[in-house]
């Protein structure tokens, strides 16, 4: 009891409030820039984060000699911390408290260690991260749904555990190339939270890239090492997994940017072709790799008035054009995101206020590795997936499950100086794509081997399956094949959010900078339990002769499919209830 007492006050001793600009997109100035973008203090930025030292030091010094007082100021506070302190001691700590109906849930967890950025020569600088993480029952994430926290809790045993926690990176530059390299989070786009391509949610991931910052345009070639896991349940861990990258974002004129972009994602092998600046497509078609999860997208930034932008990111898996009859009957793999940012003029205590809406369509990032001992069979939950969009397990783009949207309204508030308010409502909805497809199709899923599909409507349930659940015959699955299926299915969940985050910094003293704040979330979920599996693996038997099933492989127990359809549905249906859900957090802060 002592002990935990003793970690508690540790806990209640700090937050996070300053890390390294130059490895962390989640860092302060990143929250900047995008505010100096929509007030077109500076030119839109390139979209890989986070940037070397050297763009840091150009976007500040753009931002001092602006003619916005105020925000020079900011500048020049940041400048400061980054560039004539090259040490900062960090403490990031919170205190979870989840209540779900009658029960309630605690956690703690404390980050420290010392953090910064170092420019070492002209052309060269580094980034660091030596923290160590201690972590009270880190079983509980206690998180409102659909929200990730950037790091691991999931290792080790014990209601106390520590864990280390090393980022880094360096950069050099060479006239207007810049060549980075680190281990670290990482976020792209104009969503500079939860983006559709990497997210800065996402785990770290070891990283390598190549730009090329002109005047008004910039060009990325990037390389990121990632970890494969089995096709369902996400065991297995394994490395050999890739995910490359390139980009052109352009800035047309003052009031119009724009960026197109690939990525493609493969693995148990390395293959320097990916590295050359051609569309993928082209690599594909010269390799001989076209299974490889190949995705590209693009983006444009509309700013009609300095205070408002409007950001659009389109992010393309698969198009089927030669089925397209109504959109319901076209394919189409994909996820989208369009928002407006507006910081008003007049209102002094309104910081940004930020309309969003995101959509992910069905089966968008869930790819499935091919086995090729198998002879193109779909690999089963022991095999490596080396196609599907995740690394470690976990999403690398948005949060949100596919065949899901999102709405939410925010605003950022600064009343005095010092106190910071946010205030956010979600609403999101969600549906098993399992639920839409023909009956032929789920008895497929049915009559497979118990654990070798996922029909949860999550990331692991892909278009690949087996016809009438034999394993010498696959295909892609012909609704998903033919149609889109976003959203049509009978049964959705809907998600309500509400959050309130109010901190407050006190003035900065010799001694260091010292803060607090407290969190509250309400969440309302109605139909809870969409994504339970559905229609599990039976494996059973199909006999083509009289085309039924059976349980047995002597054909003599015959099955019902309709029976076993209903009940498989009816199970899954009775599983869902709605939930109500209240999250506190309670943050502490000091700096020095």
Same mark, same amino acid.
């Given at each position: ?68 007082? *105020? =925000?020079?100021?900011?500048?020049? *506070? ?15 700590? !919170? ?21 910064g950025d170092i420019k070492l ?6 980034? +660091? ?9 880190? /079983? ?24 280390? =926690?090393?980022?880094? #990176? ?50 990325? =070639? ?16 394994l490395p050999n997994k890739w ?17 197109? +972009? ?12 990916? @590295? ?7 690599? !594909?078609?010269?390799?001989? +790799? %076209? ?17 408002? =932008? ?18 319901? /009957? ?11 940012k507006y910081i008003p003029k ?6 940004? @206020? ?77 549906? #098993? ?46 609704? %998903? ?7 049509? *299915? ?96 309670? #943050? ?5």
């Open positions: 009891m002592k002990k935990i007492v003793f970690l508690f006050l540790l806990l209640c001793s700090g937050s996070f409030i300053f890390s390294q600009v130059s490895s962390d997109p989640s860092n302060e100035f990143y929250s900047c820039v995008e505010k100096w973008e929509t007030l077109g203090i500076i030119e839109i930025q390139p979209s890989l984060r986070p940037y070397p030292l050297s763009l840091v030091e150009d976007i500040l010094n753009k931002v001092i000699s602006s003619d916005s007082e *105020q =925000e020079s100021e900011i500048a020049k *506070q940041i400048f400061q911390k980054t560039f004539n302190r090259p040490w900062n001691v960090m403490v990031n700590a !919170q205190v979870n408290v989840q209540q779900q109906e009658n029960d309630f849930l605690m956690n703690m967890r404390a980050k420290y260690g010392v953090e020569f002209d052309n060269c600088s580094a980034g +660091y991260q030596l923290d160590f993480l201690t972590a009270v029952k880190p /079983d509980y994430e206690l998180l409102p749904s659909y929200r990730a926290t950037p790091y691991y809790m999931a290792d080790g045993y014990g209601k106390i555990k520590n864990y280390l =926690e090393i980022d880094g #990176n360096f950069a050099a530059g060479f006239g207007d190339f810049v060549f980075l390299t680190g281990i670290n989070h990482n976020s792209f786009g104009p969503f500079y939270s939860d983006s559709l391509v990497l997210s800065d949610n996402a785990k770290h991931t070891a990283n390598f890239a190549l730009s090329y910052y002109g005047n008004n345009w910039a060009f990325t =070639e990037a390389m990121f090492i990632l970890n494969a896991t089995n096709a369902v349940n996400f065991e297995n861990k995910l490359m990258l390139h980009s052109v974002d352009v800035n047309l004129t003052d009031w119009l940017s724009g960026s197109f +972009y690939e990525t493609v994602i493969y693995g148990n092998r390395f293959d320097p072709s990916y @590295l050359i600046p051609m569309f993928y497509m082209v690599t !594909q078609g010269v390799t001989g +790799y %076209a299974d490889d999860n190949l995705l590209m997208g693009g983006t444009l930034v509309f700013r009609p008035m300095k205070g408002l =932008e409007w950001d659009m990111d389109l992010y393309l898996d698969d198009i089927g054009f030669t089925s397209l009859k109504t959109y319901k /009957d076209m394919r189409i793999r994909c996820a989208g995101a369009t928002g407006i007049n209102l002094s205590a309104v910081k940004m @206020l930020k309309l969003n809406y995101t959509m992910m369509s069905p089966y968008m990032y869930s790819h499935v590795q091919y086995d090729d001992v198998s002879y193109g069979h779909p690999a089963a939950m022991t095999k490596p997936n080396y196609q599907i969009y995740t690394t470690s397990g976990y999403a690398l783009g948005t949060s949100l499950e596919p065949n899901s949207d999102r709405v939410s309204l925010s605003a950022e508030l600064k009343p005095v100086e010092g106190l910071n308010i946010n205030i956010g409502g979600t609403l999101i909805r969600h549906a #098993n794509v399992s639920e839409g497809l023909t009956d032929k199709e789920k008895l497929s899923y049915l009559a497979s081997a118990p654990d070798y599909f996922s029909t949860d409507g999550s990331i692991t349930q892909h278009p690949i399956y087996l016809e009438n659940g034999d394993s010498s015959v696959y295909g892609y699955m012909p609704s %998903a094949w033919n149609k889109m299926m976003f959203l049509t *299915q009978d049964t959705i969940e809907y998600t309500v959010q509400a959050d309130l985050d109010v901190s407050y910094d006190f003035p900065e003293t010799k001694y260091g900078k010292f803060g607090i704040g407290l969190g509250y979330t309400f969440e309302y979920i109605h139909n809870y339990g969409v994504g339970n599996q559905m229609f599990p693996g039976q494996g059973w038997f199909y006999n083509s002769s009289d085309e039924k099933f059976y349980k047995d492989a002597g054909f003599t127990n015959e099955v019902d499919t309709a029976a076993e359809l209903d009940a498989a549905y009816n199970n899954w249906k009775s599983s869902l209830k709605d939930l109500m859900h209240h999250y506190l957090r309670l #943050n502490f802060s000091y700096s020095f």
